[in-house]
């Protein structure tokens, strides 16, 4: 009999142990799910940031490809204008030229015109 009880109160004994074990490690179970849990949700959180990180790069390189495009377009105007210029300056000097030339013929017939007259009063 004394045997039995003894027994009994191992079981028992391995029984508590078993289940301090047991609750310890629900308890750890329980701990971890805690933690899974908090890091599929910061998880969550640096996802969704990525996606707005990445929607706002994919914006701001379309931004640079039309900012880059309107530089080019704005470039090519320029050049454009600078050969007008250019050309412009050219046909000034060119039309400045024309105009002392005609000056100076102007300046020649109202001299011989002057003198004409002159002989002609005189005669």
Same mark, same amino acid.
């Given at each position: 009999?004394? *045997?039995?009880?003894?027994?009994?109160?191992?079981?028992?004994?391995? !029984?508590?142990?078993?289940?301090?074990?047991?609750? !310890?490690?629900?308890?750890?179970?329980?701990?971890?799910?805690? *933690?899974?849990?908090?890091?599929?949700?910061?998880?969550?959180?640096?996802?969704? &940031?990525? #996606?707005?990180?990445?929607?706002?790069?994919?914006?701001?390189?379309?931004? !640079?490809?039309?900012?880059?495009?309107?530089?080019?377009?704005?470039?090519?105007?320029?050049?454009?204008?600078?050969? &007008?210029?250019?050309?412009?300056?050219?046909?000034?000097?060119?039309?400045?030229? *024309?105009?002392?030339?005609?000056?100076? *013929?102007?300046?020649?017939?109202? #001299?011989?015109?002057?003198?004409?007259? &002159?002989?002609?009063?005189?005669?």
């Amino acid at each position: 009999m004394d *045997k039995i009880k003894e027994k009994l109160e191992k079981l028992r004994i391995e !029984a508590d142990e078993n289940n301090a074990r047991a609750e !310890a490690a629900e308890a750890l179970v329980k701990e971890l799910k805690a *933690k899974v849990e908090k890091q599929e949700t910061e998880i969550q959180g640096l996802n969704n &940031k990525v #996606t707005l990180l990445t929607s706002d790069l994919e914006r701001t390189q379309k931004r !640079a490809d039309d900012s880059t495009s309107a530089l080019r377009t704005l470039e090519v105007q320029a050049e454009q204008y600078e050969r &007008k210029a250019r050309q412009l300056e050219s046909e000034k000097a060119a039309l400045e030229a *024309k105009h002392d030339d005609l000056n100076e *013929k102007h300046t020649a017939l109202k #001299t011989d015109f002057e003198t004409t007259m &002159k002989s002609l009063e005189s005669m």
